[in-house]
């Protein structure tokens, strides 16, 4: 079990950018015990939505966010990103980092890619709230 916590988050304008980071304080290696780590997000009364995905070799998006987010591991410090630009109002919510031990992957019309799949994560932060003012 890992414990996973997430930072950054805040309240911005839109328009701006904000980085959102996800680490954890147990003396393990994220990158190797939980290569497939993804973002997602939700907002009071919604599920849970996926924001965007990674493992070792890949990433992926929810296709709504393609071009404004990237989610990034840096290995070294044992902590994964999430650099969001161009910020809109809808992306007002709270941001949870997600692991899977394992690599998860879905495939859809011939193609695969790290899954942006709830039930595919077995561990959860706490969540960092992010809000966008017009």
């Known amino acids: 079990q890992v414990r996973l916590v997430e930072s950054g988050g805040g309240s911005v304008q839109a328009g701006e950018s904000l980085r959102v980071s996800c680490t954890t304080s147990e003396k393990l290696n994220l990158a190797v015990e939980y290569p497939t780590m993804g973002w997602f997000r939700q907002v009071p009364g919604a599920e849970r939505e996926a924001v965007a995905s990674?493992?070792?070799?890949?990433?992926e998006y929810a296709d709504s966010l393609k071009g404004r987010f990237t989610i990034s591991r840096d290995v070294a410090k044992n902590t994964l990103y999430l650099q969001m630009n161009d910020l809109k109002p809808d992306d007002s919510a709270v941001y949870y980092c997600?692991?899977?031990?394992?690599?998860?992957?879905?495939?859809?019309?011939?193609?695969?890619?790290?899954?942006?799949?709830?039930?595919?994560?077995?561990?959860w932060g706490q969540g960092t709230q992010v809000t966008v003012s017009s």
């Open positions: 997600a692991a899977a031990a394992g690599v998860r992957t879905q495939c859809r019309g011939g193609r695969c890619f790290p899954s942006l799949r709830r039930v595919d994560f077995d561990y």
């Open positions: 990674l493992t070792p070799s890949n990433t």
